[in-house]
């Protein structure tokens, strides 16, 4: 099992940018591919973006693509989303999430709030 913790959510203007970080407690987490979602309120969650196990394989929703990147550190249980060029239709509840294996997301943060103004 793996716990998740987000952080480096906030306010910030439209254009600006922010770096969210995930971290990972419990088992190894190289075991698991990870990706960002968000939930706009309202809204089901979406999918933002995903990196593979060792970080060779990334992927993005076509909203973000260009402008967040994922990436992640092995060594420090750790995975980031860089957002630039941030948008108001950008403001959500950021979560992380994890899986081992298939195309079911596994665990799940709690969320780090990104707030977008125009």
């Known amino acids: 099992q793996v716990q998740l913790v987000e952080s480096g959510g906030g306010l910030v203007q439209a254009g600006g940018s922010l770096r969210l970080s995930c971290l990972a407690s419990?088992?190894?987490?190289?075991?698991?591919?990870m990706g960002w979602f968000h939930q706009a309120p309202g809204k089901e969650h979406d999918f933002v973006a995903y990196?593979?196990?060792?970080?060779?394989?990334?992927f993005y929703a076509d909203s973000v693509k260009g402008r967040f990147t994922i990436s992640r550190e092995n060594a420090k249980n750790t995975v980031y989303l860089q957002m630039e060029s941030l948008k108001p239709e950008d403001t959500a509840l950021y979560y992380c999430?994890?899986?081992?294996?298939?195309?079911?997301?596994?665990?799940w943060g709690q969320g780090t709030q990104v707030t977008v103004s125009s």
């Open positions: 990196i593979s196990k060792s970080g060779d394989n990334t």
């Open positions: 999430a994890a899986r081992e294996a298939g195309d079911v997301w596994d665990y």
């Open positions: 419990g088992r190894a987490f190289s075991s698991y591919d």
